[in-house]
């Protein structure tokens, strides 16, 4: 176990539709990240905050935005949801700023697998 | 951003080292090479990471060449457990460099 929750742990929709993911970090960490991973693919980085802040962005979307709450959880919305939008979702979180010292590990949650119908 | 390559895939047999080898030839300087493992679709794992020298824990052992364009994580006692996908990623220490990127890993297979 991480210390990472992520709800729900799956999520079924239809095309169009609009979903919420759910993070709690490990206690402590003030980095949370976001990973897209579909079939068969490698992770792909989305968005990291750093308490509260957004600090890196990857491939992500418009349709989707997050945010870091002030108690560090995080969520991600996934709007106008196409089918190729289907993949696992998985929430990271670590105890300092990505470009910070070097033990700043990632630890992962069970991830959201999300179904777009 | 640095990227790595990897095999796609390897095999190993119960109890012998695995060998896994990372190329991440446009690393710079202030870059540390980190690996994690994916054990059939749960969340990634942390494993070890280094900068220049060899580094080993409970889990790993991390031997990066000189020059660090590439880099070899050694499991010493491979067991079907460690049956995962395993990645190699490049991760600046400071500065502009806030990317994560990915590859497709190496998929292990570890065979009784």
């Known amino acids: 176990d991480s210390g990472v929750t992520q709800t729900p742990k799956h999520l079924i929709t239809a095309t169009g539709q609009r979903v919420t993911l759910r993070c709690s970090p490990r206690?402590?960490?003030?980095?949370v990240y976001w990973y897209q991973q579909s079939l068969d693919q490698g992770l792909q980085f989305l968005i990291q905050?750093?308490?509260?802040?957004?600090?890196a962005k990857g491939n992500i979307l418009e349709r989707f935005s997050a945010q870091q709450f002030p108690d560090l959880h995080s969520e991600l919305n996934l709007s106008s949801l196409e089918l190729g939008d289907s993949a696992l979702y998985f929430c990271?979180?670590?105890?300092?700023?990505?470009?910070?010292?070097?033990?700043?590990?990632?630890?992962f949650g069970p991830g959201t697998r999300l179904t777009v119908l | 951003d640095a990227k790595t390559t990897q095999p796609t895939s390897m095999d190993c047999a119960e109890g012998r080292a695995a060998n896994l080898p990372c190329n991440h030839s446009?690393?710079?300087?202030?870059?540390?090479v980190y690996w994690y493992r994916q054990i059939h679709s749960q969340g990634p794992q942390y494993i070890i990471h280094?900068?220049?020298?060899?580094e080993t824990n409970e889990m790993a052992s991390l031997i990066i060449t000189e020059d660090r364009k590439s880099s070899t994580l050694i499991l010493p006692h491979a067991t079907l457990r460690d049956t995962a996908v395993y990645y190699c990623?490049?991760?600046?220490?400071?500065?502009?460099?806030?990317?994560?990127?990915w590859g497709l890993g190496t998929s292990l297979a570890v065979n009784p």
């Open positions: 990271a979180s670590s105890a300092r700023d990505l470009g910070g010292p070097t033990n700043n590990e990632q630890f």
């Open positions: 206690s402590g960490d003030l980095s």
């Open positions: 905050y750093y308490n509260g802040e957004e600090r």
């Open positions: 446009t690393i710079s300087g202030n870059e540390y």
């Open positions: 280094g900068l220049k020298n060899n």
């Open positions: 990623i490049v991760r600046a220490n400071a500065g502009n460099n806030r990317k994560l990127i």
